[in-house]
């Protein structure tokens, strides 16, 4: 039987090891509810709000990795972005991490000041919208890009997901959960790297990627700029083409739903052509980078949907993602995606 674990308690002990000096006066749940990640809202004795994000999948040491490199992001993004990216409390220098061990659970928790949020993206963007959003993450990508070499060590890759994948379809439960699709995501994970080689990704820079840009994680100011950025569940140090797929979902015909799949569609959409334009006129893409499009799309199906879908979404969404990933996703990678319809829309 599973134990009850008291998040909340969980979440005062690490402010008392942050700093008992200044005592709690109320600890209230804000999470999404969608994911094994929890969000609290700290209110002090003296009215300062501190925000706490809680977690227990994964590894610890990815947690601290992750959270570290993006603190040191936002320390270091120069205008217009200093204030972009929100960012950890540190403790004598350094990130603060509180570690949970106990009740069969291993939890995680960080703290950040709230930042502030502007206005959120429209559900459906207009063509002027999206010609801005191209050229923020543009110049976003170019500010990140232009930091890397002042970023922490990083040392998760896309092997490392692949590799944790290929070890859960060796258990037991793996073989349960993914029955009747163990070989084709062993196919999958095959064609991602032999393509990932052929492409040569590993000549291209890496930098810090959030993946995820649905528009409840960012928000926009008056003239549609970036204004601010949360939510790093999915962040990763890898190619900047890893956060286009999210932004063909912003800009697409259909607009933002509660119900929702992960078709390849959008990336064909004349919309996000429009989008892809404007980022390349900020900060031009390569050819490799256009054909490393689709494979960011598979990588992100793999891990995202196929080894953390349970994770990431409740139970029902994931059930269904994970099924139409091998009826729909991964059949349509071949005959929805042209490359050479992207690349002319650039020329």
């Given at each position: 039987?599973?134990r009850?674990?008291?998040?909340?308690?969980?979440v005062k002990?690490?402010?008392?090891e942050?700093?008992?000096?200044?005592?709690?006066a109320?600890?209230?749940?804000?999470?999404a509810?969608v994911?094994?990640?929890?969000?609290?809202?700290?209110?002090?004795k003296?009215?300062?709000?501190?925000?706490?994000?809680?977690?227990?999948?994964?590894?610890?040491?990815?947690?601290?990795?992750?959270?570290?490199?993006?603190?040191?992001?936002?320390?270091?993004?120069?205008?217009?972005?200093?204030?972009?990216?929100?960012?950890?409390?540190?403790?004598?220098?350094?990130?603060?991490?509180?570690r949970?061990?106990?009740?069969?659970v291993?939890?995680?928790?960080?703290?950040?000041?709230p930042?502030?949020v502007?206005?959120?993206?429209?559900?459906k963007?207009?063509?002027?919208?999206?010609?801005?959003?191209?050229?923020?993450?543009?110049?976003?990508?170019?500010?990140?890009?232009?930091t890397?070499?002042?970023?922490?060590?990083n040392?998760?890759?896309?092997k490392?997901?692949?590799?944790?994948l290929?070890?859960?379809?060796?258990?037991?439960v793996?073989?349960?959960e993914?029955?009747?699709?163990?070989?084709?995501?062993?196919?999958q994970?095959?064609?991602?790297?032999?393509?990932?080689?052929?492409?040569?990704?590993?000549?291209?820079?890496?930098?810090?990627?959030?993946?995820?840009?649905n528009?409840g994680?960012?928000?926009?100011?008056q003239?549609?700029?970036?204004?601010?950025?949360?939510?790093?569940?999915?962040f990763?140090?890898?190619?900047r083409?890893?956060?286009?797929?999210?932004?063909?979902?912003?800009?697409?015909?259909?607009?933002d739903?509660?119900?929702f799949?992960?078709?390849?569609?959008?990336?064909?959409?004349?919309?996000?052509?429009?989008?892809?334009?404007?980022?390349?006129?900020?900060f031009?893409?390569?050819?490799?980078?256009i054909?490393?499009?689709?494979?960011?799309?598979?990588?992100?199906i793999?891990?995202?949907?196929v080894?953390?879908?349970?994770?990431?979404?409740?139970e029902?969404y994931?059930?269904?993602?994970?099924?139409?990933?091998?009826?729909?996703?991964?059949?349509?990678?071949?005959?929805?995606?042209?490359?050479?319809?992207?690349?002319?829309?650039?020329?």
């Open positions: 039987m599973q009850f674990i008291d998040f909340i308690e969980i002990d690490a402010w008392r942050y700093d008992a000096s200044r005592p709690i109320t600890v209230e749940d804000i999470s509810k994911s094994t990640n929890f969000v609290f809202r700290i209110r002090l003296d009215e300062t709000c501190i925000i706490a994000k809680l977690s227990y999948f994964g590894k610890f040491e990815h947690f601290v990795e992750d959270h570290t490199i993006v603190n040191a992001l936002a320390t270091n993004l120069p205008a217009p972005f200093e204030n972009f990216v929100a960012k950890s409390l540190t403790k004598y220098g350094q990130l603060f991490v509180h949970y061990t106990g009740n069969d291993d939890a995680w928790v960080v703290f950040y000041n930042i502030r502007n206005q959120r993206p429209a559900k963007q207009s063509e002027e919208q999206i010609r801005i959003l191209g050229r923020e993450l543009a110049q976003f990508h170019r500010a990140c890009t232009n890397r070499n002042a970023l922490p060590p040392h998760k890759q896309i490392n997901d692949l590799d944790i290929r070890d859960i379809l060796k258990t037991d793996g073989q349960w993914h029955r009747g699709n163990v070989k084709e995501i062993h196919r994970c095959d064609l991602l790297e032999e393509n990932f080689t052929l492409i040569g990704v590993d000549e291209l820079p890496s930098i810090p990627v959030f993946v995820d840009w528009i994680n960012f928000s926009v100011d003239d549609y700029q970036f204004f601010s950025r949360w939510d790093y569940d999915w990763r140090m890898s190619t083409v890893m956060d286009f797929y999210f932004f063909s979902r912003v800009c697409s015909s259909i607009g739903r509660t119900i799949s992960y078709l390849i569609d959008p990336l064909m959409e004349d919309r996000f052509t429009i989008f892809l334009k404007s980022y390349h006129a900020e031009p893409l390569t050819e490799e980078e054909k490393l499009i689709k494979e960011c799309y598979r990588f992100f793999i891990n995202y949907v080894k953390d879908g349970r994770y990431f979404f409740n029902v994931a059930s269904r993602l994970q099924q139409e990933a091998f009826s729909l996703y991964f059949p349509q990678l071949d005959t929805n995606f042209r490359e050479d319809h992207l690349w002319d829309a650039l020329a």
